[in-house]
């Protein structure tokens, strides 16, 4: 008896020790690994879809001042580990954070929209960098990135390795240096650790090098295609 009162002030002193961030990791761990075992329903994907559409548009493609990234097209995995990092705070995005938190997103819904959103096809129009530097840009994604990132910048799925080809310039650039500097704190130690040394000039060239990766051309839109799941949709500028 004593022994188990014990153990429970001492757990209770462990959690309250636990510093917060912790605590956010764990908390978005055991929602990725309950997502990512459960069967999606798609169409009710396109239902939760509704909300994020404001931002990211009806098709995914987000913004080309990549002021919101595409989405379209990401792994699956992907998707539901950065829902689950923004909503327990292990990533900041300040304007998405609350409407995550209005919807109350339950695994099975980062699970279904996770799968409506990697069956889209993606944009031939992504923000592109100026387009001076890709030798140099080129060589550098050859030996730095591919590893992890594949020669195309195709990601893997089941690694949680987020496709990055055919995605918007700024919005690359930001997050690289979010994740360089630790601001971005759900990132991959070993990339962390990789990028130290990045002048502006060789994040500016990798960068453009990568947003000019192409995906396959039966990942692409039609031109002029626009998501028929939203045929009355606004598509004035985005909320910034
Ligand atoms: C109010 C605007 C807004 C809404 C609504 C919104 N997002 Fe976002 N989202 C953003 C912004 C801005 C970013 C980029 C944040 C950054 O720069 O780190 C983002 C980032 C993301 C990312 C990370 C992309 C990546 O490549 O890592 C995913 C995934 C995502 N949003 C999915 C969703 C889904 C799914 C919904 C609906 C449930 C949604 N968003 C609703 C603004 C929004
Ligand atoms: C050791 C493996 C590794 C290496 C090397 C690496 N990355 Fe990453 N990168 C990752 C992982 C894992 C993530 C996703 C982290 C997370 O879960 O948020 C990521 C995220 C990113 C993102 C954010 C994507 C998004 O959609 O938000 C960009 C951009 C990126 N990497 C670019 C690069 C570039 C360019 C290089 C080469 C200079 C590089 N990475 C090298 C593993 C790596």
Not at 63 to 83: C, F, M, R
Not at 172 to 196: H, S
């Amino acid at each position: 008896m004593v022994r188990h009162i014990l153990v429970i002030t001492l757990t209770c002193l462990l959690m309250i020790g636990q510093p917060a961030a912790e605590q956010g990791i764990n908390q978005a761990m055991r929602q990725i690994e309950e997502a990512i075992h459960l069967t999606p329903d798609i169409y009710n994907g396109r239902e939760v879809y509704r909300i994020c559409a404001v931002c990211h548009m009806p098709e995914g493609w987000g913004t080309e001042d990549g002021y919101y990234p595409q989405i379209a097209g990401q792994h699956s995995t992907v998707i539901i580990k950065q829902l689950a990092d923004i909503l327990a705070r292990n990533r900041d995005t300040p304007t998405m954070f609350p409407f995550t938190i209005l919807e109350n997103l339950q695994p099975q819904e980062f699970a279904d929209v996770a799968a409506y959103l990697a069956g889209q096809p993606m944009t031939r129009d992504n923000g592109l960098g100026p387009g001076t530097d890709l030798e140099h840009g080129k060589r550098l994604y050859e030996e730095n990135c591919i590893d992890c990132h594949g020669k195309n910048g195709e990601g893997t799925k089941k690694d949680y390795m987020p496709l990055i080809q055919g995605q918007h310039y700024n919005y690359l650039v930001r997050q690289f240096e979010w994740i360089r500097t630790g601001k971005r704190r759900n990132a991959d130690e070993k990339m962390v650790e990789q990028i130290q040394g990045f002048t502006d000039r060789n994040i500016s060239a990798i960068m453009d090098y990568t947003s000019r990766l192409k995906p396959p051309s039966g990942r692409l839109a039609a031109p002029g295609w626009q998501n028929p799941d939203f045929p009355n949709f606004f598509r004035g500028e985005s909320p910034k």
